[in-house]
């Protein structure tokens, strides 16, 4: 059974800084490409980052860092130099097996 779990969320002043943590069971996460999404409110799902199999990673926001940790299992978002409009609730995705995997999701906060 795959089950993503996020956590690390929280409330971050302007200029902060997260680490968001994405903990996988059910498969190894080396094996597939991993996915962050970013859904703030009243908006779509948006792609933050992506780390392949091979290890290969896109941030698509250039604070922001993903990495994964094997031997734990888990993925990680490293989120910098926080802004207002990095408000959201932060899901990890991975495609399993043919099925599309999501995480319950992690809400952080940007607020002075």
């Known amino acids: 059974q795959v089950q993503l779990v996020e956590s690390g969320g929280g409330l971050v002043q302007p200029g902060g800084s997260l680490r968001l943590s994405c903990a996988a069971s059910?498969?190894?996460?080396?094996?597939?490409?991993m996915i962050w999404f970013q859904q703030a409110p009243g908006k779509g799902r948006e792609l933050v980052a992506t780390?392949?199999?091979?290890g290969s990673d896109i941030n698509y926001v250039d604070r922001f860092a993903i990495s994964r940790d094997n031997a734990k299992n888990t993925m990680y978002l490293q989120m910098n130099s926080m802004k207002f409009e990095d408000t959201a609730v932060y899901y990890c995705?991975?495609?399993?097996?043919?099925?599309?995997?999501w995480g319950q999701g992690t809400q952080v906060t940007v607020s002075s």
């Open positions: 995705h991975a495609y399993v097996w043919g099925n599309n995997s």
């Open positions: 059910g498969f190894t996460v080396s094996n597939y490409r």
């Open positions: 780390i392949s199999s091979d």
